[in-house]
């Protein structure tokens, strides 16, 4: 994810370019998505498979988050804080459920709740 937000952090003078090369339908902006869903894809399901990350976050997701950091960060420093809480949010950990089966962080005191691993 670090990577790719270097490539687009400095690639933001490239912008217009990028866009005039869209225009032309030279290439897609869906096919960069596609593809970068589908290299995600196979990162989340082995980081899934040995438990290191959630198995219910599809590879879209994360490309919607990447673009909004890269779209709404001021600095690289910025991106830097926003890619490692989104990385954090991807981790697997143990999460309590509540009433209506929506995950909620670890040691949460409201009542019916419980712990599950």
Known sequence: MRRYADFVTTKRGMAEA???VIAAGAVTSSQTRE???VALGAMLA???AAGLLRADVPAEDV???LAGILLAASSSEQVD???DLLAD???AQAVARCGTGMPVAQGNTRPNCTSSP
């Open 18 to 20: 990028l866009r005039a």
């Open 81 to 83: 804080r926003l890619i």
């Open 89 to 91: 949010g991807l981790r």
């Open 46 to 48: 082995a980081g899934s």
């Open 35 to 37: 593809q970068l869903a």
């Open 63 to 65: 490309v919607a988050s």
